[in-house]
């Protein structure tokens, strides 16, 4: 019995490609670390994130305090680690809704077709061309800076160019002989997008979507850098870097190391999302 649509799995065979590629696998070690991180902190260190050493306050970064410590001596690496929680909830949250939105108006508007298509699609497009940092700047400043508003903020920002891309791989793959066979069999239209449409179309946005988890966070710690996120003592990444730009002339790695932090996740999850990209298109050929 053969199946209509391609099968979704990418081969075994094709993974072990992963073993030539180092970076690939630095970056997963890395993305591995931060989860770890977010979902048992405790691992990795036995200090609390609020703990206060005010003779301490300031220390460079040595082999008791990795990270240094902060303007009231709270180690710094600590803060980072439980802070990953945060971030990493806040950019899969903020991915998780701009994703729901774009397949949301995304499916309707290649679906429906005719003016329901033309006026979802210009909407787009002029939600689009709105700076999307700027959107989730206007969000905050009208409800104010939280965990919840840079999530609605973030993903309501991000999900016009998602729609985009939904709307167009649907287009694409209705197009394709095994949608039209399914039709020709019978299956109902609602049946046809559920199991055919859908995974076919949504397929190729997978490692779309692990980019956006990177591009997420570092916009919620752009945001937070800016006085717009999280309140302290909470050490979110981004209101760690907001905290430490104040002593940047004296305690570099208060800002330094933070950032460092941001910048290798998103290397690392772009990193991951291309080579999970060249998996799938490789598997569809």
Do not use: C, K
């Not at 931060?34 to 036995?46: H, K, R």
């Not at 710094?76 to 939105?101: D, F, N, P």
């Not at 055919?196 to 490692?207: G, I, K, T, Y």
């Not at 919620?220 to 979110?236: K, Q, T, V, W, Y």
């Amino acid at each position: 019995m053969t199946t209509l649509a391609p099968a979704l799995r990418v081969p075994a065979a094709r993974l072990t490609g992963l073993r030539a590629r180092p970076g690939t696998l630095l970056a997963l070690a890395f993305v591995t670390l931060v989860v770890v991180a977010a979902v048992a902190p405790g691992v990795l260190t036995d200090r609390s994130p609020t703990a206060i050493e005010f003779g301490n306050a300031l220390a460079a970064p040595s082999w008791s305090h990795p990270f240094g410590t902060d303007e009231v001596g709270r180690d710094l690496l600590t803060r980072v680690i439980y802070g990953s929680r945060l971030s990493l909830g806040i950019g899969l949250g903020a991915t998780a809704l701009a994703m729901s939105i774009a397949i949301l108006l995304g499916f309707t508007a290649a679906l429906a077709g005719g003016i329901v298509d033309t006026a979802i699609t210009r909407v787009l497009e002029v939600a689009f061309a709105f700076p999307a940092l700027l959107l989730a700047l206007l969000l905050i400043a009208i409800f104010g800076p939280s965990a919840t508003t840079q999530v609605i903020a973030v993903g309501i920002g991000s999900a016009p160019g998602y729609a985009r891309m939904v709307r167009g791989q649907v287009l694409n793959v209705r197009q394709a002989g095994y949608i039209e066979a399914a039709a020709a069999l019978g299956h109902g239209r609602w049946t046809v997008v559920r199991r055919h449409l859908f995974p076919n179309a949504m397929r190729p946005l997978v490692a779309v979507v692990t980019l956006g988890v990177g591009q997420s966070i570092v916009w919620a710690s752009s945001l937070a850098f800016l006085g717009l996120g999280i309140a302290p003592p909470n050490p979110e990444w981004g209101a760690l870097l907001d905290a430490g730009r104040l002593y940047i002339t004296t305690s570099w790695w208060l800002e330094i190391l933070p950032g460092l932090v941001i910048v290798l996740f998103a290397i690392s999850v772009t990193t991951l999302g291309r080579t999970l990209q060249r998996r799938l298109e490789g598997a569809s050929r």
